[in-house]
């Protein structure tokens, strides 16, 4: 069976493109994570790796679209391919058979192009780090929205003061009790 594995996120949030790559090899089934690749705990990733079986080839639009970093991405190939599935990266024109040793030049062309999409991904955090800093300076970054408003939260204190545990309270208001806390500035309590 030839599978698809599909990976947007919030700075790319549109899959068509890489959904209609994928048709162009005949695809049977499309497994489609819109979350982060920061890690490999993704759901739609974790049902593609359960389901593939020997003698199925995976196929990923890019090495990047699969894993973030270096060692995810070696680990993931190798396990496939240990497992008897082929792996094919349309992009960067890269396939690993499967049960077979990648090719010494497959091995390193897919660590080189790995390790540069890792470094990349490690200079846009730098950067996107380096702009909040200098934002914060301006005094033009804001930082996240609150999530609640000051009525939620008198409702909540109210409660509270009442005797209604600030859990329930917080439940009762839609909004979890970590949240309370912060806004209260007033530490977690276990």
């Known amino acids: 069976m030839r599978i698809g594995y599909v990976r947007v996120s919030s700075l790319d949030p549109n899959p068509d493109r890489q ?6 090899q005949q695809v049977e ?14 759901p739609e990733l974790q049902k593609m790796l359960s389901f593939i079986r020997e003698g199925d080839t995976l196929i990923v639009h890019s090495l990047d679209r699969l894993a973030r970093n270096l060692a995810d991405l070696l680990t993931m190939v190798q396990d496939l391919t240990g497992r008897g599935v082929s ?3 349309m992009n960067e024109r890269l396939s690993f058979d499967a049960g077979a040793d990648a090719s010494p030049t497959s091995k390193l062309m897919l660590s080189m192009i790995g390790a540069f999409a890792e470094f990349e991904r490690s200079m846009i955090r730098r950067r996107q780090a380096e702009g909040i800093a200098l934002a914060k300076e301006r005094g033009v970054y804001k930082g996240r929205p609150r999530s609640i408003s000051d009525e939620t939260l008198e409702k909540v204190n109210a409660l509270v003061e009442q005797g209604v545990p600030l859990a ?9 009790r970590s949240t309370v806390y912060r806004y209260l500035n007033t530490p977690a309590k276990e």
């Open 19 to 24: 959904v209609e790559d994928l048709k162009t």
């Open 168 to 176: 329930k309270a917080a439940k009762m208001n839609g909004i979890s």
């Open 87 to 89: 792996v094919v990266f």
């Open 29 to 42: 089934k499309i497994f489609m994570d819109k979350v982060s690749g920061k890690n490999t705990d993704r």
